[in-house]
């Protein structure tokens, strides 16, 4: 039997209507024979919710407790959206993380998934029923419940797929696909038939909502199609398949996250291993760092400089001001007012010049670039906050993305 | 060490300022060195807004889905303690039904519960951790969810107070405990010290709120000290003993059922096994009822009458209409408007003449007597509906039940 996993994420299930619209789009997916999984998030402000009702009542919920208070709004949806399909005389079943046998490891709130124990899934599919499992939730040892923290539930959808050797895992959205810019920042934005697993990658690392980068990561290890479709038409979505079967584009769009910070340990003595040494206290107390950069020194002190999410900024300022006091340092300073600007596309490493079109898109509007860095498929520039917009216009407008066709190879 | 399985119902845990009072109690009672296992109920009204959205999404929904929905209710109230008592420094742990080895039958929304796997309970408790277990639900083969239908968090407070040999079980609500008769509907009603499991089993049978039968029975079955006490002040509330400890009372309350309806089936062909036929064929269906009375034949016919609770009234009327047919009775008349008042006690056995004093209590103020139906120590009398706050009073006031003083013995 061919196996599509579906993930429907909360706005897509807000409602009792909604979520029997749900049940009438996997039914008439049912009837063309396909094994449906259907992984579904939480309903709405749900898990808002339970957040407030937790901050009413500890000002720091232990995680474990949380876990368990958060993973309810999961098993909610599940069962209604199972009721649904029965009352509209399908046949299906609800299970928890624990019963559909994500197993994750024991770090509550951000557990990763290790393995998943299929047969519990299998085993109704087989029997024709359309199989409901809670996203963002699994079980470590001992049936203690856990939550894969962000993008949990695309997640969720992503392993299983891999898992289940499922044809294609379908995430829908309330929005059409992935675009070549934020719609609502570029009119002129237009939807991409396909991309490349390292494309969305780098466009979801970089501020496109649209999609968790741990779901890419895990349908680009296992070779799995990915698609981005709206749950509320029948648009054919974006698909994200493996780079060797598109044909080139140098740049496939434009993205940008304005919710970063910027800080700056200044006059560290420069010895070998201090951004290491950053680096790692950062990590040990779980802040990711988009960027870090070390200034030539000048005589034997160096200023390093770290681009990160802003809601990791507080704690990091506070390691760093630890770390400045032991390495002597002159001080940290830091600002919230920045973005990060960047293009994406899987063509720009073999065509010379894009880096330098994309500096010139910026010059010509006179937005001041404090910071770049670039990866294989990625060139981001750290601007000030306020120019986000026109910065993000500005390239798509140069690289005519408004004009994009992305063809198969 | 000593055990104590204290149950908070949904009223005593419906705010999360309420949730922070019991958390405050239950520390002050593991202060004084006792293990406390905490069963909760679901939040105030949180149930029937589960239900509601069940509703709007299927008129009959398969039970295993609502079991599935309606256990996230106590999922949520137990995360919530277990973060009040961390918040006040106390140490806790949250268990669902499956996590605290709460073993049931398949039966869903009506499990009962077949084996408790005390360990899971047994190892925190011995670290200290004051252990909270999610009410009314558990779990059966294959880790599928089950709720236990009426009563359900007091039959696990309970259960796990026999599984865990507790010294007692205490079941706190928001009243100060087992009255003489409803305090709504007399006044004069006084808070009984003590009562029997027999005399508790039959006043809970016959419509006082406070407790569940089968939290009685299972306290009685074990020889279990039950209490029942108010969750938001210090009273001493009432103790459930072993009859034998108790001085024996005549009658020990009065107490009314107001929704009740009657079933008759009338001119059956009189043949030995007719009440058995009717009993089983309700019994199939999960009808339980009061009282079947069958009236002496007159020739080869007879009338047979049901007293049941009146939520089961459409469905077995529908059920004694096919069995009228196929027994080629007359047919099925019914009477949704009648009440059942009923009046306990353990001496009233060898105390003659109860009965005749009940009957001349409701003679006196002209209140027709329907039916009529015993036990051991209870007597029941039919009556409408529109008596039944005249037929308590009367009851409570003759009987002298206003300077009721029951001592141990």
């Known amino acids: 039997m061919d196996i599509i996993v579906q993930k429907y994420g909360g706005t897509s299930v807000g409602t009792p209507e909604k979520?029997?619209?749900?049940?009438?789009?996997?039914?008439?997916?049912?009837?063309?024979?396909?094994?449906?999984v259907a992984v579904v998030s939480a309903m709405g402000d749900t898990t808002d919710r339970l957040i407030d009702m937790a901050r009413k009542i500890s000002s720091n919920p232990p995680r474990r407790e949380l876990d368990m208070l958060l993973s309810t709004g999961e098993q909610i949806s599940i069962s209604l959206l199972s009721m649904a399909i029965h009352e509209r005389g399908g046949?299906?079943?609800?299970?928890?993380?624990?019963?559909?046998?994500?197993?994750?490891?024991?770090?509550?709130?951000?557990?990763?998934?290790?393995?998943?124990?299929?047969?519990?899934?299998?085993?109704?599919?087989?029997?024709?029923?359309?199989?409901?499992?809670?996203?963002?939730?699994?079980?470590?040892?001992?049936?203690?419940?856990?939550?894969?923290?962000?993008?949990?539930?695309?997640?969720?959808?992503?392993a299983l797929a891999a898992a289940l050797k499922a044809k294609s895992c379908e995430i829908y959205t309330d929005v059409d696909g992935v675009f070549t810019a934020d719609p609502n920042l570029v009119p002129e934005a237009v939807k991409l038939d396909y991309i490349s697993h390292e494309e969305m990658l780098e466009l979801a690392g970089s501020g496109a909502q649209v999609?968790?980068?741990?779901?890419?990561?895990?349908?680009?290890?296992?070779?799995?199609?990915?698609?981005?479709?709206?749950?509320?038409?029948?648009?054919?979505?974006?698909?994200?398949?493996?780079?060797?079967?598109?044909?080139?584009?140098?740049?496939?769009?434009?993205t940008a996250d304005k919710d970063m910070a910027k800080i700056a340990i200044q006059k560290v003595p420069d010895r070998p291993g201090i951004a290491a040494k950053l680096f790692g206290a950062l990590a040990r107390e779980g802040i990711s760092v988009h960027l870090i950069i070390q200034s030539i020194g000048e005589g034997n002190v160096t200023d390093v400089t770290i681009v990160l999410k802003r809601e990791y900024m507080e704690r990091a300022v506070e390691v760093l001001r630890r770390l400045s006091k032991q390495l002597k340092a002159?001080?940290?300073?830091?600002?919230?007012?920045?973005?990060?600007?960047?293009?994406?596309?899987?063509?720009?490493?073999?065509?010379?010049?894009?880096?330098?079109?994309?500096f010139r898109a910026l010059a010509k509007r006179k937005i001041n670039i404090e910071l770049i860095s670039t990866s294989h498929i990625r060139i981001s520039c750290v601007i000030h906050k306020r120019h986000v917009r026109e910065a993000v216009r500005a390239i798509h407008e140069d690289f005519k993305l408004g004009k994009l066709k992305r063809r198969l190879a």
């Open 330 to 358: 002159q001080g940290v300073i830091f600002d919230a007012n920045v973005a990060e600007v960047s293009i994406v596309g899987s063509g720009m490493v073999t065509e010379p010049g894009v880096a330098a079109r994309m």
């Open 91 to 158: 046949r299906a079943i609800s299970m928890t993380g624990l019963q559909s046998g994500i197993i994750t490891d024991s770090r509550y709130s951000e557990a990763k998934i290790r393995e998943i124990k299929t047969h519990r899934i299998l085993k109704p599919l087989e029997e024709g029923k359309v199989v409901i499992v809670a996203g963002f939730q699994g079980v470590s040892r001992g049936a203690e419940i856990t939550t894969l923290g962000r993008g949990g539930s695309d997640t969720t959808a992503a």
């Open 211 to 254: 999609l968790h980068p741990r779901a890419v990561e895990i349908a680009m290890k296992f070779g799995l199609p990915l698609k981005v479709k709206p749950a509320h038409s029948f648009g054919s979505g974006t698909t994200i398949l493996e780079g060797s079967m598109l044909e080139k584009v140098v740049v496939t769009g434009v």
């Open 19 to 36: 979520i029997q619209r749900v049940a009438e789009r996997i039914l008439g997916l049912e009837a063309s024979g396909m094994g449906v």
